[in-house]
């Protein structure tokens, strides 16, 4: 069942309600912002203070990061992790599955405030099966005569019992870049947060695992070489105006990414898929 819903402040949202799940995306952004299981506490954690206000992408849920990753390097001054977040996406379909889930699809193409900043033609297309588990699946198609490059993420806020409890598993080995210091380390076991943490991973793995109190939240990501971790940790919560300065307890970015040295080209008439897969197992 799809129903679309509008706030008093004019964004507008899909709220989708099926056996599995409910969840909700708003047409800005394609942002989905709200996913609950039958039974279980919401999967995605969304900022008590955030803000739904039109142009200003929504904290919390699953931003979509295209088509670049973090600052943009020719301009740092552009908008950061790209326009894809702050434009409004056309509906395209819905259509409910046999077993029960549920199928939305939502796009994007170029246009004036795009072209703007990046002056390509393209068709981003997010396609979210909402059922007993959650796929999310962003295709990039070059509709220009050159190809152009990617970097992009689904920057993913996962909702947690306390940042305390939790651990992160299946990075064990695995180097990553620390944003905070520019340097390359190697991931020493599981991983705990203790701290701010800003990292690009390049697992060996496509599996990541939240291990929680009353759940584990497997993270399945597809299409790329990069994952993405972070937590704003004390000062860095206390300084966003739509998250409380506790909010970092209750949150932990994994972003299924195309970013840092995993870098996307795709060709004319290519396209590109990443998809993120997320299932959660509630421990008895
Ligand atoms: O994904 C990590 C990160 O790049 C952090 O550096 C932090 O900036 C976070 O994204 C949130 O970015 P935003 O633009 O949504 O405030």
């Not at 973090?70 to 996406?89: E, I, M, S």
């Not at 199928?103 to 405030?113: C, F, V």
């Not at 800003?198 to 993270?219: F, K, W």
Request: proline fraction near 3%; aromatic fraction near 10%; include cysteine.
């Amino acid at each position: 069942m799809s129903i679309e819903k509008r706030w008093e402040n004019g964004l507008e949202y899909i709220v989708i309600e099926n056996a599995f799940a409910e969840a909700k995306i708003a047409l800005q952004g394609a942002h989905l912002f709200y996913y609950q299981k039958k039974g279980e506490s919401p999967l995605l954690w969304l900022g008590d203070k955030a803000q739904f206000e039109p142009g200003k992408a929504i904290r919390g849920g699953v931003p979509i990061c295209f088509p670049w990753f973090g600052k943009n390097r020719a301009d740092v001054t552009l908008l950061q992790h790209g326009f894809a977040r702050n434009q409004l996406w056309e509906w395209v379909s819905s259509e409910e599955r046999e077993e029960g889930s549920t199928h939305i699809q939502l796009q994007l193409t170029a246009n004036e405030t795009t072209r703007k900043v990046w002056d390509y033609a393209f068709i981003l297309q997010l396609d979210v099966i909402i059922g007993s588990e959650l796929v999310i699946t962003l295709t990039t198609t070059n509709q220009d005569q050159k190809p152009f490059e990617l970097t992009q993420a689904l920057h993913t806020y996962f909702n947690i019992s306390d940042i305390d409890t939790i651990q992160i598993d299946g990075l064990d080995g695995t180097i990553y870049h620390n944003n905070l210091d520019g340097q390359e380390y190697s991931q020493d076991g599981d991983l705990i947060i203790n701290q701010e943490v800003d990292r690009i991973y390049y697992p060996h793995s496509d599996s990541t695992i939240i291990q929680d109190s009353e759940r584990t939240v497997t993270l399945i990501s597809e299409g790329v070489h990069a994952l993405v971790v972070w937590n704003p940790w004390i000062d860095k919560a206390k300084a966003m105006v739509d998250m409380s300065d506790e909010g970092y307890r209750k949150m932990i970015c994994l972003e299924t990414a195309n970013a840092g040295r995993d870098i996307v080209v795709v060709e004319p008439n290519g396209s590109h898929s990443l998809k993120a897969i997320i299932r959660t197992n509630l421990l008895k």
